[in-house]
């Protein structure tokens, strides 16, 4: 009980600039952990870097393993590479521990300051992008092999994110139906229009309701995240403080 309750340790904080919130629902009665996560690592210039990555299998030996891909990431990642860089080392460095899962695992590097946001997957699947209107759409982010593998090849594609727009990252649980076909359960993520004006926890909340995500049949990890209006003046004021 004592390693389930480590495993599941809170992620670290992004930079004041950006708002965040998440939610991991593990399925069925008993499992407490397994291997899906996510976790923000602090880079310099106020970026953030947000992680969403899904280890193959359920249960502890799953959770175990999620938490190796965890405090690898955290090491790499503290070096400030560009996302599909940070891939790169991760697949490369799990690759030489044979006894590792494979995993997806999805990057996004903030920058409120530019207004930009940075992409990289691993065999994950892409995030959402909620507009100002309430209407969701898919990020188009080229897909490499899944971590662990030592192949590699992961690209690096950047869009434009602003402080009306929310960015939603997830694992499959959220939206795999069973006998559904991933690209139906994709579209029916993209065809959502969710309450116009509602904060990042309100409209997480509203997306686990409107996807069942409290009834999935695989465990469901997402995360909401949204540039702050004037991230100058708030990141200052938290200094301050």
Known sequence: MDLQRALLAEPGRPHPNLELATRYLPS?????VGGDWFETVRLHYGRTLLVMGDVMGHGLDAAVDMNA???????VASTDLPPHRVLRQLDAAVAEEESRRPATCLLARVDPARGIAAFASAGHLP????GPDGAAGLVDVPVGPPL????GGYELVTRALTPEETLVMFTDGLIERRGEDIDASLSRLARMRLSVGAGVEQMLDEVLL???????????????ARIR???GTEA??????
Do not use: F, K, M, Q
């Open 127 to 130: 995030p959402a992008v909620i």
């Open 148 to 151: 662990g593998t030592g192949v």
């Open 28 to 32: 069925g009665s008993s499992a407490l």
């Open 229 to 231: 209006h004037h991230p």
């Open 69 to 75: 891909y965890r405090s690898h990431l955290r090491y």
């Open 210 to 224: 409107r996807l069942d995500g409290l009834h999935a049949e695989d465990d469901v990890a997402v995360l909401a």
């Open 236 to 241: 200052a004021g938290a200094v301050e403080s």
